[in-house]
């Protein structure tokens, strides 16, 4: 079972994923962490997504870039969060796969998902805050909005999450159901 | 407590004073709007949302939907703005998001 969740800032969409892994069957919950550990910001960011994790016994693995070369261990449910971080540092960082980035993370989501029982992709809505945009940011933009289109095609489950509430865009509940956490 | 919310301009207080049959006046004195500016000033959410909580309808802008702020400050309070929707919703009996001028009910019945 594959599911996309998309949300905005602070919408909670974290904590809905790590709900949906804890509903899975798997043996092993396995938390895939995509974001570079730069700065004082970044740090309590993830300092704050390890204390929701604590205690629900995931397996954390780096995964800045690369993720077809991820090794995943049998019969697990992976969080893989966030896209939106994954594809910033394919496009931009000296490791990534720079024009390559789309397609390096569409052929990673295979290889994952062919590696375990349960995949919660969580990705991020930057798309309703205007559109003046040029460069990099455009570039940004066009390339996750582009993954989570393809995501979703491929997914089982699509929600949106807002107010710490989610929605099902496709799956269980299609259309104007809301998902009882 | 209602919890009303969507993005700018979809349409929150007209929906709202449909919804629950409110004129101008009963909704300035029941509701209080624009809630995601008051993180602005202040950090304790969970306090915040507490004393929202006592009005009938707190109605809030969803602004957590753009590219992430260059600027630390605003990246934070607009972290904060969504926090605070999470912590509204939990508090809320009833739960409405208008999207383009349609309400949807997430959470709980309209009274």
Not at chain 1, 38 to 48: D, K, M, P, T
Not at chain 1, 86 to 100: I, K, M, T, V, Y
Request: hydrophobic residues 45%; glycine residues 10%.
């Amino acid at each position: 079972m594959m599911t996309l969740i998309v949300g905005g800032a602070g919408s909670g969409k974290s904590a809905c994923a790590e709900r949906l892994i804890e509903r899975s069957g798997a043996a092993r919950r396995v938390y895939l962490a995509t974001m570079e550990p730069f700065g004082e910001e970044a740090r309590a960011r993830i300092a704050r997504h390890r204390a929701m994790r604590a205690n629900k016994g995931f397996i954390t693995l780096e995964c800045l870039t690369g993720l077809a070369d991820v090794s995943l261990p049998s019969d697990s449910a992976v969080l893989l969060e966030d896209l939106g971080n994954l594809c910033a540092n394919e496009l931009f960082s000296p490791q990534g796969a720079g024009e390559d980035a789309a397609e390096a993370i569409l052929r990673g989501v295979a290889q994952v998902r062919a590696q375990c029982r349960d995949l919660v992709i969580v990705s991020n809505e930057v798309f309703a805050g205007g559109m003046d945009y040029a460069g990099d940011t455009e570039r940004y933009l066009s390339v996750l909005a582009y993954l989570n289109r393809k995501l979703a095609a491929l997914a089982d489950r699509v929600l949106e999450v807002s107010g710490g509430i989610a929605m099902y865009c496709k799956g269980e509940e299609n259309g104007c159901g809301c998902w009882k956490p | 407590m209602i919890f009303l919310f969507g993005p700018l301009w979809s349409g929150k207080r007209t929906a709202a004073k449909e919804l629950l049959r409110w004129d101008d006046a009963e909704l300035s004195r029941r509701a209080v709007w624009d809630v995601q500016e008051l993180v602005r000033e202040r950090t304790d959410l969970a306090a915040l949302a507490d004393e929202l909580a006592r009005n009938d309808l707190v109605i809030a802008t969803e602004v957590g939907g753009g590219i992430v702020p260059a600027d630390a400050a605003e990246r934070a309070a607009r972290e904060r703005a969504g926090r605070l929707s999470c912590l509204l919703a939990e508090r809320a009996d009833t739960v409405v998001r208008v999207f383009c001028g349609i309400p949807m009910v997430m959470k709980g019945e309209l009274p």
